[in-house]
């Protein structure tokens, strides 16, 4: 029998990314279910045995899920299907703490960046055979380096004399608006929508009519502008700053 998977992005050109990278992954004969807003995917899953896969029904037994939907957020759907039987991933552009911890609270078994190399995907991806949970390098880090600052914070407390309920209290940096010289041009406004969508260098170009490596030129300018080193530390930033 076949594995029933079902993507939930709203982004045709990423949907089928995904699927090359699950047909890739596994040697099961796959059947790939593509939904591209929280409606359709509702829809889906009610066919599939409903919230809680019922018995007798054939589930889907692997779920991603994008955060950023038309008609509302990821989140909503993961909740929904806290008690769902099957691995629910994750797929997002967001590596920033207030996109993946809320995606692990409500329930999701993986998180992984869309902007990762196909063959990193397809490496975490079959962690799941193993059961590991597939996750980016770079969310794996995120998570270690917070757990150990955890650890840093709640040793420094003890020092200090504070209780266990007060607990280590984080407060978030204020973002600064972008300084006028360094704000993006309305040609990299441009890039960066198309780039926090999930298009590729090549697809960008091709809808902007512009060569490739001028859009390459560009998302160089974007990244020195914004100060970052990756297209999810690009759409996070500019989103708070409300650049696009």
């Known amino acids: 029998m076949a594995v029933k998977v079902l993507i939930v992005e709203d982004n045709p050109v990423a949907r089928g990314f995904l699927a090359r990278v699950v047909r890739e992954s596994f040697s099961d004969t796959m059947t790939i279910t593509e939904a591209g807003d929280l409606e359709a995917a509702r829809h889906h899953v009610q066919l599939a045995g409903g919230g809680d896969g019922l018995h007798g029904a054939d589930p889907f037994k692997l779920i991603f899920v994008d955060l ?3 008609d509302g957020n990821g989140l909503d759907l993961l909740s929904a299907l806290r008690h769902y039987p099957a691995t629910k991933i994750v797929t997002t552009l967001y590596s920033d703490d207030d996109h993946l911890f809320p995606a692990l609270q409500c329930g999701a078994d993986g998180y992984l960046l869309k902007e990762d190399r196909f ?16 996750l980016s390098p770079a969310i794996a880090r995120r998570l270690l380096l917070h757990f150990r600052a955890g650890a840093a914070d709640g040793a420094s407390a003890a020092a200090a004399g504070l209780t ?3 607990g280590p209290v984080s407060r978030p940096v204020p973002l600064e608006a972008l300084p006028e010289h360094e704000r993006l041009t309305p040609r990299e406004t441009e890039v960066l929508t198309y780039l926090s969508k ?3 260098i090549k697809e960008i170009a091709s809808l902007m009519g512009i060569k490739w490596f001028t859009v390459n030129d560009h998302i160089k300018s974007i990244y020195r502008k914004l100060d970052v080193s990756s297209r999810a530390e690009a759409a996070v930033l500019a989103t708070k700053h409300g650049l696009v």
Do not use: Y
């Not at 063959?119 to 597939?134: D, M, N, T, Y």
């Open 119 to 134: 063959e990193v995907l397809v490496e975490e991806l079959q962690k799941i055979v193993r059961g590991q949970p597939p």
């Open 164 to 166: 266990a309920a007060s």
């Open 68 to 70: 950023e939907l038309p």
């Open 198 to 200: 999930g298009f590729t």
